[in-house]
């Protein structure tokens, strides 16, 4: 019978594949373009690169989606009623008190990241502490907090990194292909081996959206509001915030599709969602059907 402890596991099981994976596809890129170009030194670098940013990923992701948030650290006294919310929750669900981010953008949002909850992190927007009453705003922390009880943050937070550098790398060696050389002779065996190439890497980008699909799952959105409602033993704030927040319809200005899925609600509008690249990333359940299994008090199957 499947519990939230096996959820746990099966978010730790689910990062270490996504990083050995990231380690086969990155060394398999370097030993083609090695053979091309018929240089080891090629192969090592590829080799040491994937090593380093696996550790890189594991260790400093949190600081990376902050960064890349806009986010900046609060304390007590600047914001004591949000800082009592999640510290009273945090005692609640018997998890170490996360740090508290901002974001200075008028979107109703928030979002949960960090490798485990002793090295956690929380952060809203401006905007959602601005349209939220207390219960409400009790509802969407006690949503992130069960993303860090259920490590799923650690996951979505890695995942931002290597298929964000997977893509750089691809492009990398993808130019090199074009401009460096490699085995040429007469009978254009070399094009033939560049047009392969060029195939390869081009696939690999999809592949690395597939992944992510993959690792970052429609059921850890209601798994989570979930385990918000039985935290707060109040789904009504929970599904009163998501209202809130999608009627709203305003974008954050800093945010990219790989980390879209990081956000308890989607970051873009329904406009910015028409074109097909946009929708491939869309990771959020329709707000719809959220709102009425909280209301239901149950969570489907999905």
């Given at each position: 019978?499947a ?13 270490w ?41 594991y ?5 990376i ?17 949000l800082?009592?919310?999640v510290?009273?929750?945090s005692?609640?669900?018997g998890l ?5 981010y901002?974001i ?9 990241t960090g490798r ?5 992190v ?15 705003l009790?509802g969407?922390a006690a ?23 997977l893509t ?6 993808l ?5 460096g ?6 009978n ?6 560049a ?23 429609r ?8 385990s ?13 915030a ?14 990219s599709?790989?980390?879209a ?33 909280l ?8």
């Amino acid at each position: 019978m499947a519990t939230l402890y096996t959820h746990q596991d099966s978010n730790i099981h689910r990062t270490w594949f996504l990083m050995a994976v990231f380690f086969v596809v990155v060394i398999a890129v370097g030993w083609g373009v090695s053979w091309y170009f018929q240089d080891t030194v090629i192969l090592y670098i590829a080799v040491a690169f994937s090593l380093f940013m696996n550790v890189y990923a594991y260790w400093y992701s949190d600081k990376i989606v902050l960064r890349m948030a806009g986010a900046h650290p609060v304390d007590r006294e600047s914001h004591r009623e949000l800082w009592n919310i999640v510290e009273n929750l945090s005692i609640t669900a018997g998890l170490p008190m996360p740090r508290v981010y901002i974001i200075d953008d008028q979107s109703p949002n928030a979002f949960a990241t960090g490798r485990n909850p002793e090295h956690a992190v929380i952060a809203f927007t401006t905007g959602i502490l601005g349209i939220l009453n207390r219960t409400e705003l009790e509802g969407v922390a006690a949503h992130e907090l069960s993303h860090i009880g259920d490590k799923d943050m650690l996951i979505s937070t890695v995942v931002v990194v290597l298929v964000g550098f997977l893509t750089i790398i691809s492009d990398f060696f993808l130019r090199i292909s074009f401009f460096g050389g490699g085995r040429r002779n007469n009978n254009g065996e070399g094009a033939q081996l560049a047009a392969i190439l060029v195939v390869v890497l081009v696939v690999i980008a999809p592949i690395a959206a597939s992944l992510m699909q993959l690792a970052i799952s429609r059921k850890r959105e209601f798994l989570a509001d979930a385990s918000g409602a039985l935290l707060t033993r109040y789904p009504e704030g929970l599904a009163s915030a998501l209202e809130k927040i999608s009627s709203a319809n305003i974008p954050l200005r800093r945010v990219s599709n790989a980390t879209a899925h990081l956000y308890i609600a989607d970051p873009f509008t329904k406009k910015q969602r028409t074109g097909f690249f946009h929708k491939l990333f869309m990771t959020h359940p329709p707000v719809e059907e959220r709102i009425a299994a909280l209301r239901g008090n149950k969570i489907e199957d999905r």
